[in-house]
């Protein structure tokens, strides 16, 4: 006679040893988009299995964090990196790997700028004399502190502001030629407005930098939490001071153009784990 009684034991443990060994919320990962552009950023959303890992992507690693029993991750799509078919893994803290998924990186149409500098605006970029070498330098180190150890929880719940309303120059990625020279990308967006014009905090977080630097001018950098920065550069004035909490939509500053500058405006930009991205990757952010 047929044993139902052992079938049912057998599908069972069946049924259980499929369910230990299957990844089977692999499918509840996440990916705003699997075609980035170069400059821009994705976010991964996982589930309370996987609320701490990592992801690897060339040669890269970026943390997955444990936000209201979720996980979230970010991967900055560098605007140095080429455009192509990357794959993206997803490591929990086990080292086992969840799911490995195609990324195809784009290209961006960033524009091309031209600048023209004298030689006085050219020993402020690349300082010949001991004395400035020596003050780029520092400031590089402050600059470099100032990034260095994120609040380990994010700071905010609203999406990223605008810091002012104006002009926009300069866009984030554009090409830049000195003297017809290639000096750098761009790493955040000129916004034109007249000085003095208030400059708002793009989020809550708190001031790891406001100071006078010889490059950027008075400069303010502002930690949000999970390794992303804002930074507001020539500004005016500084109404914030280095450890001070800031809440979104705070006056921090004034617009200026001390520094590196050919008028008012304010470079603003912002940073994963030291990445510059677009900054209206942050404005649309719904995390
Ligand atoms: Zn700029």
Partial sequence: ???FRLLNKIILTLLAIF????PV???DISFSTQEPKIG???TVKTHSDLINGEIMINNNSFPIRSDNNQGIGIIPISYWWSPGEYTATIVDNQGRTWIKENIRIKDADFDKSYLTIDDEQE?????TDPERQARRARDQEM???ARAESHPDRLWTESFI???EGRLTTDFGATRYHNNELANRHNGIDIAAPTGTPVMASNTGQVTLAADLLATGKTIIIDHGWNIYSSYLHLNELFVEKGDSVTQGDKIGAVGSTGFSTGPHLHWSISYNR???DPRDFVDLEL
Avoid: C, D, K
Avoid at 19 to 22: D, E, M, V
């Fill in 1 to 3: 006679m047929f044993n």
């Fill in 123 to 127: 020993e402020i970029v690349r300082p």
């Fill in 162 to 164: 605008w810091p002012l």
């Fill in 143 to 145: 600059v470099q502190a």
């Fill in 25 to 27: 919320l692999a499918n």
């Fill in 19 to 22: 369910l230990i060994t299957s």
């Fill in 40 to 42: 821009s950023l994705i």
């Fill in 275 to 277: 990445i510059f991205l």
